[in-house]
């Protein structure tokens, strides 16, 4: 990041009519938005969710609440605007692109970027998700997306997704970069019972005996052990740092997309930034991997880039606080 | 609370593109909201944020780190827009409305609603900051400037403050109220040194012991201890109950308002929505008191009604997903 702006950028922050330091988070977004932009007034009016689909092979085991056919189903809710990640990012004023990188079945539509690299991910339980070249197409597919958007004057970007069965690979993805149990890290995901955690914990060890990813090799974990849209999130995000642009990072699949991205290049994290505290338990050691502290304590749980729609406001309102206060001098405040 | 309509919303809820439950506490949001209303359909687009301002004697005592005159220059910031609060007001498309209850000197300004009380509280370590029938007029100043913004259709209201030294009377309020050390559950406000805060702590010991407030009694609390300001934001969370319109609860402050609200009218706290984490320790203790739990994480330490300014964002959020999210039948979306 770039210095010189950021401590510009703190000066500024002192100068305005407010104690030093009592925004807290939010300065620490403006000189880290400081820092990505080289610019001490940064805006980020526009604001684009890249939202990856795809499928999962490991569906199969029985390890999601829900059904295969809700991955287009929900993909047509969010074409039409009526899905809760559609709803937050009007209320933030940000685009939604909806990508598909690997649903299963032949469904298409105007309003879908159509990007299908496979038919859905291999049953990770049985060997690898995807080859090693699939895998880097989906990154690539996730660059070339931030890249486009921040051609159309993206500012701020987030990625998002719809995958029925992407807790699972995420989990894989988290358990094989950090030694804890698999117990303390795998939920329920959009909400299945006792017996069905049981057997989501198996089905993860066995996809982890079976592949024995490289967590030093993030492109290595995304095709043993992940999945289509969560290799394109860790593309989006590779491509907002490549961009000098800030990526705003949801809920527990993003945060696995995030560790595949830093352990491809580890000075994307400085781009990063945490929105929300997921109920999946996985999430808070992902975050703190990534060294990332979430702003906003909702209980959600739902995924799509929802968390991070909502803490758009939150960095929006960092810049405008730095755009548009007054400063002690101007205002005629004593400063101390 | 209006038990029928938040069984309705429940359902509604139940039936949007969405595991159950996953929206967290935005479903909880949107209950209270539809029990507080009646409503399955609440909006909260018009809000107003209702910015009492008052001085403080006590501030004789060296409890504060900005001179006393720093209270009507940042009443004449807020007028003109400049200060932190009016840029997140603007950001959440939220009125900013600016109250005098007892700011000392003859500041006058035609955006300024005039209810100046006294010339500030007296010295409450030396005495009563106020009699209880000046507490009483400050609650009424508030109740009424809730009514007016309701009968001009504000849907959400928020309480916010200016008083250089008012986390003094906030703490002794929080005290009175709690059985812990004063250590514990006094901050350093604005800034103050190490030395500083340990006069603070002694002041509003002092404060205590003379005037041995009862806790049991909201009013007396306010005038023994409390501050004009304060005791209008106690009103104006009164007001909005009153009127059947949620009040957001802003930091420190705002908490200790919100406790004197609850010993005069227990059945007021489901109408409050707690917005941030302060960094001001008491802030927590007063939450927990009241039954409340933030939402936004923040590290803020800013006051004036900020932390509940950036939350107007997320109740909003609520009620427009409870009424743009299409449900599963309309979205063809299977359920489970």
């Not at 610019?39 to 795809?54: D, H, R, Y």
């Not at 795998?186 to 057997?199: F, H, K, M, P, W």
């Not at 491809?264 to 502290?293: D, N």
């Amino acid at each position: 990041l770039k210095k010189e702006a950021m401590d510009l950028c703190q000066k500024k922050l002192n100068n305005l009519t407010k104690p030093p330091g009592s925004l807290g988070v939010l300065e620490d977004i403006a000189i880290q938005l400081a820092g990505i932009t080289g610019s001490t007034s940064p805006s980020v009016k526009n604001k684009t969710m890249l939202v990856m689909a795809g499928d999962h092979g490991v569906v199969a085991e029985g390890v999601s609440a829900f059904p295969q056919e809700v991955t287009p189903q929900m993909v047509l809710n969010f074409i039409n605007g009526g899905a809760a990640i559609n709803v937050f990012c009007r209320h933030a004023e940000a685009k939604v692109v909806v990508v598909d990188v690997g649903i299963v079945g032949d469904f298409t539509h105007p309003d879908l970027i159509q990007k299908k690299i496979k038919q859905g991910t291999d049953n990770i339980a049985a060997g690898p998700g995807m080859s090693y070249d699939e895998a880097v197409k989906a990154i690539e597919i996730g660059i070339e997306m931030a890249h486009e958007e921040v051609q159309q004057g993206a500012a701020l970007l987030g990625a998002g997704e719809m995958g029925i069965g992407n807790t699972t690979p995420s989990s894989a993805i988290l358990a094989a970069c950090i030694d804890l149990p698999l117990e303390q890290i795998v939920g329920r995901g959009s909400g299945i019972q006792d017996e069905a955690l049981t057997n989501k914990i198996r089905v993860i060890q066995q996809a982890l005996d079976i592949n024995q990813p490289d967590a030093t090799d993030g492109v290595d974990l995304l095709a043993k052990v992940g999945g289509l849209e969560i290799a394109a999130m860790t593309g989006v995000m590779l491509g907002a740092a490549a961009h000098r642009v800030p990526v705003m990072v949801d809920g527990f699949i993003a945060s696995a997309a995030a560790l595949a991205a830093s352990r491809i290049c580890p000075k994307v994290t400085p781009y990063m930034i945490a929105s929300h505290a997921s109920m999946e338990p996985g999430h808070q050691h992902a975050l703190r991997l990534l060294g990332l502290t979430p702003m906003l304590h909702m209980n959600m749980r739902l995924g799509e880039g929802t968390g991070a729609a909502l803490a758009f406001h939150l960095v929006e309102a960092s810049t405008r606080a730095l755009e548009e206060m007054s400063t002690f001098a101007d205002a005629g405040v004593t400063s101390s």
